[in-house]
Each structure stands twice: as structure tokens, then as C-alpha cells.
């Protein structure tokens, strides 16, 4: 079954919903496995995202129901009683938990998600959801409730009941983005910024569809280990580290020095590119992102094979500025900066070169939401 033909709200819970909330997925520009490590981040939200239909309750009782997985049917629960079931609605239980436990006044409610954005396609599609019920039901229950705290509660409902170490970026784009600005963000002071995109480039988004491999596991040790790096250099984080430290990393065991040179390098070029959006260095943004994936491919060691494929395929496409995997990697998407006047002809280029080389369908969202297969 699809999306367009799910049940509506009244057919699965009798009554029209009282209300709804939105949230976009995001891509990353630049700055990746950075943000659990209190450094730099450069998120764009989405024009697609999650859309949550609602409907409070006078009980404790929660149904939800996500028309991506029709075949879980409606999931039911009590407040108060949030345990991990490990499927999508632990991600509900997960905020209704970690709002009752920040002290929010919430009730029992009904609940309809639809979403268009891809799963597993590295776009946050998770934070998406989060923070979109949470929008809900700050209108549903009048919550004082400002955006950044909103993104806090949910990246805690992910690490907590949901149980996945993320960082805080994406929930902070989620909540505080939109498609017109980069967001840049300082995840240790959670100090942020809008940084309108130049008109003569345009974001593009490339899906080869290529399933994830092991990411969450590999997700924690590369977590770990760079935890277990910023120790032996003596620091608390490897935020507290410049590019005049990498001597030093380079001396550490492998692959520690690789993860750390990764992470403070990276740091360094998001705060180039941060000076060459302000500037208007076109050809700058993309050399930045160019070297940020052989960074990732080379020293954090998260891409794949095919992920390099279509790297290298955009970087011999005309309009194409530059190119990087986006996302925590082991599948997903690239991130693709081209010229704003080539940007549809640069989309139908890439999938065709791709197919071409690897016999592999990609799909590309252009940052006017425009989808072509």
C-alpha cells in the first residue's frame, strides 16, 4: 500500500484530527562526525519532511499509526509506559517520554504520520519525525516550548529510548533550518546561524540507493574511537584541537590519528566554507566539499565503494562544483554543489553516467523539491 492510498485519520481513528505539524528532513553540507565531538556543522533543511496529523485525548492512551508502514498497523501505548519495541514508534515513545520527563503537561493523543522523504537515505528522516510530533503536541497542549529546547528533547528521546548516540545536528536542523539557508551550528555551545545559499548554485541530492552496511555498529566504533583519541591527546573533545595539532595526531596508533585528523580537519573546512558563503567563493565551497570525502572515504573510512563511484562520476560532469557523502555514511547520499542554471541537466547527467559506469539507478532531489529517477 501506498502513502497517497493509506487510510485517513478518521478511518483509522474516528474522527477527523484537531490539527497538524511539519518538520523537513536535512542534508549535510559539510561538517560530519563532527557534531558528537562538539565541533562544527553545516545542515540545510529540506522542502521534503514529515508531516504529523493529531488529535488529543481526555486519557493516557497514545495510538499512532505511519502510512510508510501500513503493515505495523496502529501502535498503542500509555503514557508512562514507554518501553522499546524496536520499530518506528520508539521514536514516539521516545519524545512523549522525554517531554513528561522535562516536566510538559501532555495527554494521550491519536496520531497519523506520512512522510516523503526517503528512508534510509541519510536525510533524517528520524529527526524529522521527532521533531514534527513534538510540534504537534506543543500546539496540541500549549507547551512553552522554544525551537531549540524542542531539538534537544528529541535528540534525547533518540539517545535514550531509541537508544542511538547521535549527535545533536540533526534535531537542530530539523527544528531550526530552513531550504533557503545553511545552517551553521556550533554543537558544544549549540550557538547557530542562517547563511543564505548564493543564487548561482543550487543543492542537489543523490540517492544511489545503496542499502547500508553494518552502519550502526561501524556508526559506534568510529564514535568510540574517536572518544578513545581525544584521551590519549589529552583533551576533553576534539573540538579543542586546530589544524596545528595534526604533528601530534599523527603520532597516535592507527586508525586513531586518522579519525582525529578527520574530525578537526573537518572542523577547519566547515569554517572555511562558512567564510566562503559569506564571501561568495563559488569555486571554494566546492573544493571544500571534495576534499571533506576523501577525508571521509581515507580517514573516517565510512564510505563505500559505490558511494566513490558516484563521487567521481560528478566530478567529471559538467555544471557539477563540487561533491561528498553526506550523512553517517555505510550507505545513503551524496551532496552535490552545482551551478543554479545547470542544476536539472547536472541531475539527468549524474544518473546517466552513474548508470552508465556502475548499471545502477540513482535518484536526485534538487533543492526545489523536484524528484527525478
Known amino acids: 500500500m501506498s502513502e497517497s492510498s493509506s487510510p485517513s485519520f478518521a478511518e483509522l481513528f474516528g474522527a477527523p484530527p484537531s490539527l497538524s505539524a511539519w518538520a523537513p528532513g536535512r542534508v549535510n553540507l559539510i561538517g560530519e562526525h563532527t557534531d558528537y565531538q562538539g565541533g562544527f556543522v553545516m545542515p540545510l533543511a529540506l522542502h521534503r519532511g514529515t508531516r504529523v496529523q493529531m488529535r488529543a485525548r481526555d486519557d493516557d492512551r497514545v495510538r499512532v499509526y505511519s502510512a510508510a508502514d501500513p503493515e505495523a498497523g496502529v501502535r498503542s501505548y500509555r503514557l508512562g509506559g514507554e518501553e522499546r519495541a524496536h520499530d518506528w514508534a520508539d521514536y514516539v515513545r521516545g519524545v512523549t517520554a522525554e517531554a513528561r ?3 510538559y503537561a501532555i495527554r494521550g493523543f491519536d496520531a497519523l504520520v506520512t512522510s516523503d522523504l526517503p528512508m534510509g537515505g541519510g536525510l533524517s528522516s528520524s529527526a524529522a519525525l521527532e521533531v514534527s510530533v513534538l510540534r504537534a503536541l506543543r500546539r ?3 507547551l512553552a516550548l522554544d525551537d531549540k529546547t524542542l531539538a534537544r528533547l528529541a535528540r534525547r ?5 531509541v537508544g542511538v548516540p547521535v549527535g545533536v545536528m ?8 530552513d531550504p533557503t539557508h545553511a545552517l551553521f551550528l556550533d554543537t558544544r555551545s549549540l550557538a547557530w546561524e542562517r547563511i543564505e545559499l548564493p543564487p548561482e548554485v543550487n543543492v542537489l541530492i543523490v540517492d544511489p540507493r545503496i542499502p547500508h552496511r553494518n552502519a550502526d555498529s561501524a556508526y559506534r566504533l568510529r564514535r568510540r574511537e574517536s572518544e578513545q583519541a581525544a584521551l590519549e591527546l589529552g583533551v576533553p573533545q576534539l573540538r579543542d584541537l586546530t589544524v596545528e595539532d595534526l604533528p601530534g595526531i599523527s603520532a597516535l596508533p ?3 590519528n586518522r579519525r582525529a585528523r578527520h574530525v578537526v580537519t573537518e572542523n577547519a573546512r566547515v569554517l572555511a566554507f562558512r567564510s566562503a558563503l559569506l564571501h561568495g567563493a563559488i569555486d571554494t565551497l566546492g573544493a571544500l566539499l571534495m576534499q571533506s570525502h576523501h577525508s571521509l572515504r581515507d580517514d573516517f573510512q565510512v564510505s563505500l565503494p559505490e558511494i566513490d563511484d558516484l563521487v567521481d562520476v560528478c566530478a567529471t560532469t ?3 562544483l563540487g ?5 553517517g555514511g555505510f550507505g545513503g547520499s551524496i551532496v552535490v554543489l552545482a551551478a543554479a542554471s545547470e542544476a536539472p541537466a547536472v541531475a539527468s547527467r549524474v544518473a546517466t553516467a552513474y548508470a552508465a559506469r556502475t548499471g545502477r539507478t540513482a535518484t536526485t532531489i534538487l533543492t ?5 529517477d
Open 101 to 103: 520527563a522535562a516536566g
Open 140 to 142: 496540541a497542549f500549549d
Open 157 to 161: 528521546a533518540e539517545t535514550e529510548l
Open 170 to 177: 540533526d534535531q537542530m536542523a530539523s527544528s531550526l533550518g
Open 254 to 256: 592507527e586508525p586513531l
Open 318 to 320: 559538467d555544471g557539477v
Open 323 to 327: 561533491a561528498r557523502l553526506t550523512g
Open 368 to 372: 526545489d523539491h523536484d524528484l527525478h
